[in-house]
């Protein structure tokens, strides 16, 4: 497996990815799924804002993906950074997961960032058990915040302060 940053030439792999669970799971409360266009603007937006995106290439195929992104757009939340990770249907419990966040982690230590902040849609035991593997506390759980397959979802957040 290689860890690398993204490219522009991955979003279609990348939005398949995400895609998948658009469409499937409460992971993400995006309601429809997003083209190649769409990622690949997200993906320089984040790049313009010196926020991380990796990839996890597998045999020239991508299985992973992990990147930082803005939590708040008021100016005092700058030193913050919300982090998200997915895994393609099919290669969960292979380690994909640890390896990118252990990359994200390291390229957000040594940048201006504080507080690292995960939003997870509960229930969601495996990725609250990545979270806390790296040390994440959490420190928040709001109830019925997301409503997606007709039902209420709650979330939670989980922080890591990077000490630096």
Known sequence: MN???????DAAQIAEIYNYYIKTSHATF?????GAAEMEKRIREGFDR??????CEENGEIVGYAYGHQFRARRAYRHSIEVSVYIK????GNGIGTKLYRELFAEISEKDFH???AGISLPNDASIKLHEKFGFEKIAHFRE???KFRRWIDV???ELLNKK
Not at 89 to 92: L, P, V, Y
């Open 89 to 92: 249907n099919g290669a969960e």
């Open 156 to 158: 939670g957040y989980w």
């Open 3 to 9: 860890i690398r940053s993204a490219a522009l030439a």
């Open 30 to 34: 995006e309601l429809e799924p997003i």
């Open 50 to 55: 010196n926020y991380p995106f990796l990839i």
């Open 115 to 117: 507080a690292i902040i």
């Open 145 to 147: 915040v997301g409503f």
